[in-house]
């Protein structure tokens, strides 16, 4: 492992380590602020498709996010991951009813639910173990997120919680920056 590995991995595990210690009333609060300050972004009124995630425990909560795309009528996407590893497509989410479970026990669209093209989304919500305010984004170490939106011309937004935002995020040259970070206090657009 390299240098810029090592210490993404361990910056991985002390922000999860922080996170997991976050009782779960303020990671709820913190999710709904967190939709409160994206449902105020020009680029958010704008999208017609936008692409968003499921959340893990330590991630802010997407639900009420989908359920507000649903009420406005924009469509929503969710990432399912190929048997290749690091490659992943959207495929349309019409109803919570209609999730599965991916090969990582992920809730996602069932393998039948239509593909949406790259090229149709104009904004994606992308999770992070953490961010830094200028765009900086730690993931989970698949690449999964950095390969996929290089297919896109949509909006990155990373949803992040406050206490994972950290300024000592190291990159290399295939991650991606986020066009926009939003905590539950802030809004960081770069």
Known sequence: ???INAKKAALRREVRTQIKLLPDAEKTAASAAILAQTLRLPAFAAARTVMAYSALRTEPQTQALWEELWRQGKRLCLPVCSDTPGIMEARLLAAAADLTQDRFGIPAPAADAPVVAPQEIDLVIVPCVACAADGR??????GYY???????AATRVAWCFGAALRDDIVTEEHDLLMDIVVTEKEVYTI
């Open 137 to 142: 984004r730690l993931g989970k170490g698949g």
């Open 146 to 152: 950095d390969r996929y939106l290089r297919q896109t």
């Open 1 to 3: 492992m390299n240098e």
